[in-house]
């Protein structure tokens, strides 16, 4: 079963514009991933963040955890056209629990 | 390092077939695990190995094999192919000390199952 689920499921910005993708999941994590998968390819790890943490950067890239509300976020700020794909947030350790994914399209 | 390598990049099959995707990777991670990812289900965990000579079940273990005879190899068997199992599959690695939680994936293979 999904751990968790994604929101939006898609969404379209401009770009330089930024981008908020939102991650419920359902049991208690210790740390929560999130990918990038551009269309017909591999995933990509872009970040993680451990169940102590409440917020991490990558350069473009923020995430906030909230254990209390079971919930991620992943702000993607100044968006590129580049960024057009789908982002998913990931659970586990040896094996991951993906969500469905949120399809981001930036357009020029 | 070439990293994750799957082959086929496509296949397909008529039901009843079988066939073998393969999955390799040079980086000795012990941890390796196949996904299927259906439009809107996300990747779904089929099996999964720690180690050689270690498999065990994911989230939709049935109609597939494993076996893990190398560190580098993970190849998934399909014994009957069904309509049902027309899906991308993704492999996937990771070592418990060398990248913790993060996984390196595989660029997928398409099967198409008719």
């Known amino acids: 079963s999904q751990q968790g689920e994604e929101d939006p499921q898609a969404l379209s910005i401009q770009e330089g514009e930024n981008a908020t993708m939102n991650c419920s999941y359902k049991?208690?994590?210790?740390?929560l991933q999130w990918y990038r998968q551009n269309s017909g390819r591999g995933l990509v790890h872009l970040i993680l963040i451990r169940s102590n943490e409440r917020e991490k950067h990558s350069g473009r890239l923020r995430v906030t955890l909230d254990t209390s509300k079971k919930s991620s976020s992943l702000l993607i700020t100044a968006s590129r056209a580049a960024d057009t794909a789908s982002y998913f947030c990931a659970t586990g350790y040896s094996t991951l629990t993906f969500g469905k994914g949120t399809m981001l399209l930036v357009s020029p | 390092n070439a990293g994750v390598t799957q082959t086929p990049k496509f296949q397909v099959l008529k039901t009843g077939q079988s066939m073998t995707l393969q999955c390799a990777q040079d980086m000795n991670h012990e941890y390796m695990s196949w996904y299927r990812q259906d439009p809107g289900m996300g990747l779904r965990l089929i099996h999964y190995s720690v180690g050689a000579g270690i498999t065990d079940q994911g989230e939709v273990p049935n109609g597939y094999n494993v076996s893990r005879s190398t560190t580098e190899d993970f190849p998934l068997r399909l014994l009957s192919a069904a309509p049902s199992q027309t899906s991308v599959y993704f492999c996937?690695?990771?070592?418990?000390?060398?990248?913790?939680?993060?996984?390196?994936f595989g660029p997928g293979t398409r099967l198409l199952v008719l």
């Open positions: 996937a690695s990771s070592s418990p000390l060398a990248t913790k939680e993060t996984q390196y």
């Open positions: 049991t208690s994590i210790n740390n």
